[in-house]
């Protein structure tokens, strides 16, 4: 496929992974999440593969399947496990709401557009436009983590903010060198065994997830 | 020829007349073929404002001015609307005098008039009616210029026609502006013309309706014209999404022959996005009222970011 | 190759202690591995002193005079810290804070943080960085909810998550970094490595490095503790056993500004402005001014000395963000005595916390009556840490106050402000908990002697006489950091 088709083609994931970014801000349901987050995984992976194929750059392939199989497959299925043997199933209750949310996320959106200005004027790749994007998922996942209250979304606010930073590495790079991209990959990894216990630690002693609980250490006056 | 666009105008209003009950008859089958009931028939709403026509009005006393002329004016400025909406051809001569923005306004005239006229009896189903017509309208009007704006982005002008030419004429592009715009035009609709899952057309519980609430009181021609307006209405909202969103099979400027061609088009595209209407319908349950604003919420967002990534990615 | 024995012996030792943590001999193993690896780092050193920085692996690892002080000073640190984790986690077994399955949780999770914390700070790759400084934050979440109670947990998520979102923040910033490395290295490996960057900083884009090191800042700045992203580090290092406070106050806090400053003089030659040192002096005066001021408030004794913590790192932040001869040298030398002081003060308040079964500092008292190591080591660390001369904190101090009177005057008032601040509150709250009668909840116990005097004195000899090779130690790396 030619150049142009491949940009077009990245700027509609692209703009899928913003979407699902936004459709997880929103999101009460526990298992909406998950399945929000495979899809953005999957948008993303797509997206590795394309600039890949067209930039010739073939270690992303490497990085498009570990997305996948990490992103889309196991951590989905970690959580799924994780919310089905602590009996999750409540929504998720927001600090601020829902409308005021999704403003907030489009000034981040803006925000990281005027940010990224530098270096899209400098990058001479096809996926340039797409670092703003990036930036604000990282940011959206970010706003994610602050907004909810529970110790699940949390973490999944987190793995959004790695997805949007490997997109950002795509979008910037074509990809990092393939050793740190599988560094990152592996502490991906260890954190998602590391929250996993974190669960059932914070289940044990609390009873439940939610963050609201943890505001002991303080000091006081 | 001059008397071509005469020709496509006249033609344009004889179709929103005739076609808009056939088009709530397909829905109204498909949901019930969906449900496994029998439907009562493709023409059964001309029988029901036939019927309706016949009838008295019966008027409460303290019925004024703005009740007993809402009707026609609500009729009025829908058929009215209808003659700015490309449906046959590109080449619409009143387009040029009124654009999208215009269109808004219409629909917001006619809403406003019933709102009123819900109020205008005092019974307490009225004004409630009216109050959560006006919270949805307030949310929805401003979801809906924005998705509009995202499109007139591309072709650098609000006035319909000229939307249209524009989107014809491009290729099978993947413009993610135009596909958000999609997306939140589609739940302004559901919310505007008051379908599932904002408001349930065929309740029969007052304390649920939004719409149907406002015009309880009308009957005989009155509750006719005001049914043929509401048809109408949605008629014309999914005709504004083909023509904006997939105008393929539209007559192109002056092309005379290809009127027919374009009216197959047309009830083609109106059979399937019946069908989806009904998809949607029969899938999704209706919200409760206060989750409302985040359904439109989303709906503005979903437009907002149709702008954004035509700055951003295009 | 004294540099692969100092990186596998922890490797190495963390593997077996994960299955053989929890036997009586298991300490003494932790200290073998750790004086294994101390004993390579000074080889290591050596050979840098004599042959001046050297490129090993491939290009792979860097070593000069910054990074290989460091790396001797984190396997010394790590080597006290293990002797006194023998004394103190046998109390904490005996008291059954602990079971068997953590403590191989806990000797693994130790010497895997070495092995981190040596990677990132040997490494020329800066993604390496960055994955090694993931690691060993990894690595000590658990160990900071070890036992398992409310505040623990909650300190290790605030932990997990706060660095966690800045770490991610610092990946943004080295992905900048690459893309303008790119444009003059070309793709790959190469331009990722420092010393490639270093010899090409003038070419590299100002614009895209300077809103990488914003990145770059917030990420490793959350690391090393700077405020307003300090929210974990008073929970995290109070929470979690004493000698994981010592190495996370210590060390690790060490290790997240040697990761900043490397960054900065890659800004500094591509900008060629005083921009990056100027948020860094912010950010470090902000710190020391919210600490000092945050010291008043606490009632938990490692609470308060981890907000020392974040004084002191602010300090060097605010040095290495001044720049100049006089500064750097102040700050590394802080780095090195803050490091040992606080270790020794946390060794000497583990053991103090134990004698009384609380942190609470109302509670503690009669400390040098009860048992005279922990009393005096207390004493003379608290002195020591608020700069009183002739301890080597004092020096430091001094150097860095010189240099802000000669470079930036007007910010003198606050870093005096600051330091006058700690002082007091610092004092204010050891006093009582040294001096008076013992109380009688107080119990006896068998204290580690040789951390907290190794420490103290060569605090003290180097705040009297610097040694020879210190001094031209450090000046080489002064020379490097330019």
Redesign the interface.
């Known amino acids: 496929m030619n150049t142009n088709l491949a940009a077009q083609i990245n700027s509609f994931l692209a703009a899928m992974i913003l979407l699902t970014a936004f459709g997880m801000l929103v999101q009460r349901r526990m298992y909406g999440l998950i399945h929000l987050f495979a899809w953005q995984g999957l948008f993303l992976s797509v997206s590795t593969a394309v600039v890949g194929f067209v930039a010739g750059a073939h270690h992303l392939y490497i990085s498009s399947i570990l997305t996948l199989s990490l992103k889309v497959i196991l951590l989905p299925y970690i959580l799924h496990v994780l919310i089905q043997r602590l009996k999750i199933h409540k929504e998720v209750e927001t600090i601020v709401n829902v409308p005021m949310t999704m403003l907030i996320g489009i000034a981040l959106v803006v925000f990281s557009y005027h940010l990224t200005a530098p270096v899209r004027e400098l990058s001479t790749l096809i996926t340039r436009s797409t670092l703003a994007v990036a930036l604000a998922t990282v940011m959206l996942g970010l706003l994610m983590m602050i907004t909810r209250k529970h110790a699940v979304t949390q973490i999944i606010g987190f793995l959004a903010m790695e997805n949007g930073l490997f997109f950002a590495a795509t979008s910037a790079t074509y990809g990092m060198p393939l050793v740190v991209e599988l560094g990152v990959a592996l502490d991906i990894l260890i954190a998602a065994f590391i929250f996993g216990i974190f669960f059932f630690q914070i289940h044990t002693t609390f009873d439940s997830l939610d963050i609201d609980q943890m505001a002991r250490l303080k000091e006081e006056d | 020829m001059m008397f071509y666009p005469f020709l496509i105008e006249v033609l344009q209003i004889l179709i929103i007349l005739a076609v808009a009950p056939v088009f709530a008859g397909w829905v109204k089958m498909l949901k019930c073929w969906s449900q496994g009931r029998t439907s009562p028939g493709l023409f059964q709403p001309y029988r029901d404002i036939v019927k309706l026509f016949s009838k008295d009005v019966v008027l409460a006393e303290n019925a004024s001015w703005i009740f007993r002329g809402t009707p026609y004016l609500v009729f009025g400025v829908v058929v009215l609307s209808g003659g700015i909406v490309p449906m046959l051809s590109v080449d619409l001569p009143l387009a040029a005098t009124a654009d999208v923005i215009a269109l808004v306004a219409l629909f917001a005239i006619a809403r406003f008039f019933t709102a009123l006229a819900g109020m205008d009896i005092g019974t307490a189903f009225g004004g409630m009616g009216s109050s959560r017509e006006m919270t949805i309208a307030s949310l929805a009007e401003p979801a809906m210029l924005m998705a509009i704006f995202t499109v007139s982005l591309a072709s650098k002008s609000t006035s319909l026609s000229q939307m249209v030419q524009v989107v014809y004429s491009g290729q099978a592009?993947?413009r993610?502006s135009l596909?958000?715009a999609l997306l939140a035009f589609i739940l302004i609709a559901l919310a505007e013309t008051g379908r599932i899952p904002v408001d349930n057309p065929a309740t029969h519980l007052e304390l649920t309706m939004i719409h149907e609430a406002m015009i309880l009181e009308y009957s005989g021609r009155h509750l006719a014209l005001i049914e043929w307006a509401g048809m109408m209405k949605l008629f014309l909202f999914v005709m504004l999404g083909i023509a904006v969103f997939s105008p393929w099979g539209i007559a192109a400027s002056g092309d005379l022959a290809a009127i027919p061609r374009a009216f197959l088009f047309m009830i083609l595209k109106l059979g399937a996005v019946g069908a989806g209407l009904v998809l949607i319908e029969t899938g999704l349950a209706k919200m409760r009222l206060f989750r409302l604003?985040?359904f439109l919420?989303?709906a503005?967002?979903?437009a907002?970011?149709g702008m954004?990534?035509y700055?951003?990615?295009? | 190759m004294p540099l692969l024995i100092l990186l596998s012996v922890p490797l190495f030792a963390a593997i077996v202690l994960a299955f053989i943590g929890d036997r009586k001999y298991a300490p003494e193993i932790n200290i073998l591995g750790s004086a294994a690896t101390f004993a390579a780092g000074i080889s290591l050193a050596l050979e840098v002193y004599v042959e001046g920085p050297m490129l090993a692996g491939g290009k792979f690892f860097f070593v000069d005079a910054f990074n290989v002080y460091l790396a001797v000073l984190t396997s010394f640190v790590s080597m006290t810290t293990a002797i006194f984790s023998r004394r103190y986690m046998r109390k904490e077994r005996q008291d059954g804070h602990v079971g068997p399955i953590r403590m191989r949780f806990y000797h693994a999770m130790f010497q895997l943080f070495i092995f981190a914390m040596l990677l990132c700070l040997l490494t020329n790759n800066v993604g390496v960085l960055w994955i090694a400084m993931e690691l060993a934050t990894l690595s000590t979440v658990l160990l900071v909810s070890l036992y398992r109670t409310p505040s623990a947990i909650e300190a290790a998520w605030k932990y997990f998550i706060l660095c966690g979102v800045g770490i991610a923040l610092a990946l943004f910033g080295t992905v900048l970094l690459y893309f303008a490395a790119e444009k003059v290295l070309g793709a790959g490996g190469e331009a990722l490595l420092w010393t490639n960057l270093s010899q090409v900083s003038g070419k590299l884009e100002p614009t895209v490095l300077s809103l990488a090191f914003v990145f770059l800042m917030v990420g490793y700045g959350t690391k090393v503790g700077l405020v307003p992203v300090h929210n974990w580090l008073p929970d995290a290092h109070s929470e979690g056993p004493t000698p994981i406070s010592a190495v996370l106050s210590g060390l690790l806090l060490n290790v997240a500004l040697y990761a900043l400053v490397r960054c900065k003089v890659l800004v500094d030659g591509s900008t060629g402005t005083h921009h990056a040192g100027d948020i860094m002096m912010g950010f470090g005066l902000l710190s020391i001014i919210v600490a000092a001021f945050s010291l008043l408030r606490q009632k938990d004794i490692k609470r308060m000395f981890a907000y020392s913590s974040i004084e002191h790192m602010g300090i060097a932040t605010f040095a290495f963000g001044l720049g100049g001869p006089i500064a750097t040298f102040g700050a590394l030398l802080h780095m090195l005595v803050h490091s040992l002081t606080k270790s020794a003060i946390f060794f000497t308040v583990g053991h103090a916390s134990q004698m009384h079964w609380t942190q609470e500092m109302d509670r503690i008292k009669g400390l040098i009556k009860g048992n005279p190591l922990v009393g005096w080591g207390l004493m003379f660390g608290v002195m020591a840490i608020v700069g009183m001369p002739p301890f080597g904190v004092f020096t430091s101090e001094f150097l860095i106050l010189t240099a802000t009177m000669k470079d930036a005057p007007l910010l003198t008032p606050f870093l005096l402000l600051g330091f006058g601040v700690a002082f007091a509150a610092l004092f204010r709250r050891v006093q009582p908990m040294v001096t008076g009668p013992v109380p009688s909840y107080q119990r006896p116990l068998k204290a580690a002697h040789i951390p907290v005097m190794l420490h103290m004195a060569l605090v003290l000899v180097i705040g009297i006489y610097m040694p020879d090779f210190l001094n031209r130690w450090f000046h080489t790396a002064v020379e490097l950091l330019k």
Do not use: R
């Open positions: 592009v993947l993610p596909a958000f604003t985040e919420g989303s503005f967002l979903l907002t970011l954004l990534s700055f951003i990615l295009e």
